[in-house]
């Protein structure tokens, strides 16, 4: 800031005097009343100090005592140009804002307490201010709260209020003096009312700078007047702004830095009065001659900023040809010192405009950046088929998923901060957890729980959140329910086991039958009967292989194919009879089919695999003997047969579901009876390939009826 | 020549039963049962010098067969082989726990399920022997 000379000591006219201090602080008294604030007026010279505002309860308090007073009100506080807050007393903060009168800054300080409280400093201010500290306590637990950018706002209001004070201030001023003095001193005081107040409300700079030239011009009575600034990369001097009759001709124009009367102002630093620049050698006629303009007299004056020349201002010509006094030299710096502010002000806030919209794009486009990348997380989250639970520190919830509210019964917005201990109650999802927390490893494991009534199995993998400095930050765990999986993998061993069972069933005899053959002598009838022996179990060995490649053709999606041919199937049901009939001593097939029936088109030893699968079934199933009936009738398009047992049944569990692959019913007794759970399985697949199907109808413990049918004529 | 040792075997595969049978009825008296209940029926009938059972049987499968005669005091001395499909160790475990003396793995081959049967017997001599001679010191 530029040393601004007494104008006081010259004119006698003390701003001190102007500004109506009083007058003032009545106002910061009403305002800091209603809206409840600290207010205080200190100008930069330290001449104003105004009794600091303020009305709550705690101030009242702390100001009862001498020292608290002291404490409320310092005299000598540091501030400069950069000071945007301050601290007065305690924890209350002031807000710094500036203010310019008469070249004069203003500080004017806005308190709110901002800070949720501090028992620690209201102790040490209640120690400082002698006065009682539960009171105090008590007191500034009521101060209102307030965010910053409401009180910069406020301190802005406050700003206003102050210039409209000074700005009445002045016009009673200019009252007074219009009683007394000259009229020329009023119109100066006007003018720079007028530029103090156009420096405080306008930020366009060659606007500004026009008006303080016009005022200077009218209060000066010159016929021009011009603005010079700097420029310090060619050192040359460019008029920023001009006023006049050649004001368009003049703009063009650079001067050299030392050139003509404001290069030698700008080089010097020092104000000049050149009453007739014919006889002074500074004076470049260059500028006449290019401007058709003659010149006469100048004062020029040098702009500073903090002590350094930024350019210069310079008034031509008096008119009606008098010329200029040494006391207008005074007049015109203190303009040019408002005028050095004004471009200070507004290149602060050019700068800081440039600073706010680079920060504002950066954090825009931030923003965006985050969001974006916020948005496809959020929909990976989503779109898994996993469930994610994320904790902080604290095992409190953080994040979580579409398919972690479904597993857990957790709903997201009210889960969210709350402990993870509300929601999964299974000791192990916490121990994990803790284990992630504490170690910072990876921890993999399977966990059961149960979700709503039922076991469900959890492949669960937990990992550490760390921050850039690897401290631990959170644990994030991925859940996937494998229960099914786990019950595929359960049947697909239950299925091995059964398959290796069932083969080595038939594979028994065989190998017993031939060893037997090879090392005991027996006669021919021996020897058939034990062949005959290994020759059906081979074949039972050999249907069970076709079984099990059936199945994995039809798992492979080639499927079975048909090859077709007319069958009587009455004829085929009679056939089958009588490879069973004498099987088992224990059981009697009683067969009801019709004597003769219509040749229909089927897969002949499908057919036969089929109606085998259902025979031994009912003779497997009904250990302890009985009747086996099977009936065919026809009926419209279709053949119907069903195969009847009296055996043991199948439970209301198991009968929904003895079509399904590998299913193997869960009742104890049919579990001692082996079997690998495709029979049935391929027994529909085949009837379906012959659009077909089949039914069971059972009672537990008192047999079984499967029914299947198909149609005369089928359609592939 | 003396009397023929008496054998109980119980499958319900029939036959797996009638390849035991044959494989047996040369040098032993062989009796059959279809399930784990037949089984101890005929044991208490016939008063066996040894019991052949097959795991997996309706009714009343082997292990628990095998149980329930050597909770018996009159059978439980009966050495007993059990005949498991699966040959798994669980099986053999659960075979053991319950009381069985050895097992026999299907599909087997008659000389060496002959072979064990002997062997079992010249055990039970050995024993019958040892105790004996303990009551003659």
Redesign the interface.
Known sequence: MAEVKEITNNKGIDYTNVFNIKVWEGVQYKFAKVLGIAIKVISEDGKINTQESNFNEFYRILTSTEKGKEICNPKNLEINDETRFIRLYGDCDYYCAKTYFYGRKFNILVGIREKKYDEKIVKELSEKAEVDYDKLLAAYKTLTVFPEEKLINLADLIVDLFNMVIELSVQEYITQLANKQKEEEIAKMSALMEASIVINSTRNLKQLLKIIMQSAEKVMQAEASSVFLIDSEKNELYFEVATGPKEEEVKKIRLKMGEGVAGWVAYTGESLLVPDVSKDPRFAKRVDEQTHFITRSIICVPLKVRNQTIGVVQVLNKIGGGTFTKTEIKFLEALASQAAIAIENTNLYEHLEERAEQLNSELKEAMVNLSIEKGRIESILQSMEDAVLAVDKEKKIVITNRVAERLFNVKTEEAIGQSIENYLKTKEFIDNFNIVLETKNITKSEIKVNISGKEHVLAAVFAPITDEKRQIQGSVAVFRDITDIKELDKMKSEFL?MV??EL??????????S??MM??KMDEQKVKS?AA?IN??TQRLGALIGDLLDLSRIESGKGLSLSLEEVDFGELIRTVYETFKSA?EKHKIILTIPEKSEKILLDRNKMIQVLTNLLSNAVKYS?DGGNIYISMEEKEDRIYVSVKDEGMGISKEDLPHIFEKFYRAKTE?VK???GTGIGLPIVKYILELHNGGIDVQSEYGKGSTFTFYIPKKINL | MADKKKIVVAD?????L???Q??LS?DYEVYTA??GKEAIKMVEKVSPDLIILDV????M?GLEACKQIKKNKETAAIPIIILT??G?ITDIEKGFKSGADAYVV??????RLLEKVEEIFEKVKMRKKIIEEKKNM
Do not use: C, V, W
């Open positions: 086991n290796s069972h080595r069933t038939p594979l028994t005899p065989i190998q017993a039958y060893e037997l090392i005991k034990y022996i059906k179990e088992s250990p007794q001692k009876i082996g | 319900d595969e029939p036959f797996i009638s390849a035991l044959d494989t040369d279809s399930n997996m049987m309706p009714e499968d499909a699966k798994q299907k599909p087997f081959s008659p000389a």
